[in-house]
């Protein structure tokens, strides 16, 4: 695997199958990859992704975990997010926002990066202007992390925890 140090964070959406289908998204919404391919494995679908990012958000348009988004975050450490039911036609059309992908495969994979993702936008809308304000811009990505990973916490107490680990010399 790739040396994910310096890497963006990402959000990935994984329609497993025969033909797997994935999207790699930026924190912000971009679209930074999509693809498809037959008969692809874990292996090569994680090359893939930490190629283009770290992954810290994994999603499905399934409410059955497929196994492979599970053993995806097992092996990431990306966060899960699946929908309470399957995301219908209409939902998925509605997330990618007319954004056609090659095929359904990746057309369903980018439908669930963009739900995962939507999960966290506006937890993750105030990082910026709060760091700005705060005048500590150089810890976005670990703040963004650390509000993706742990449920509850906040912009403030994410910087006090990374500033204790810091002073404690831990690496956050």
């Known amino acids: 695997m790739m040396k994910?140090?310096?890497k963006p964070l990402v959000a990935v959406g994984i329609d497993p199958g025969t033909t797997?289908?994935?999207?790699?998204?930026g924190l912000g919404g971009n679209v930074i990859k999509v693809g498809s391919a037959r008969g692809a494995g874990l292996q090569q679908l994680i090359e893939e992704v930490t190629y283009h990012g770290k992954p810290v958000i994994v999603g499905t348009d399934k409410a059955k975990l497929p196994e492979l988004v599970?053993?995806?975050?097992?092996k990431t450490g990306a966060r899960i997010v699946a929908p309470?039911?399957?995301l219908l036609v209409a939902e998925k059309k509605l997330l990618i926002k007319g954004i056609e992908a090659g095929n359904s495969h990746e057309n369903d994979a980018l439908s669930s990066a963009f739900f995962a993702l939507k999960r966290f936008s506006h937890r993750l809308s105030k990082v910026e202007p709060y760091l700005r304000e705060a005048k500590k811009e150089?810890?976005?990505e670990?703040?963004?992390?650390?509000?993706?990973?742990?449920?509850?916490?906040g912009a403030a107490d994410a910087?006090?925890?990374?500033?204790?680990?810091?002073?404690?010399?831990?690496?956050?």
């Open 4 to 6: 994910l140090i310096n």
């Open 20 to 25: 797997l289908g994935y999207a790699v998204l």
């Open 70 to 74: 599970y053993q995806f975050s097992a």
């Open 84 to 86: 309470e039911s399957d």
């Open 138 to 140: 150089g810890l976005a």
């Open 142 to 153: 670990d703040v963004k992390r650390l509000l993706i990973m742990k449920e509850g916490l």
């Open 159 to 172: 910087v006090r925890m990374l500033e204790k680990r810091e002073r404690e010399g831990e690496k956050a």
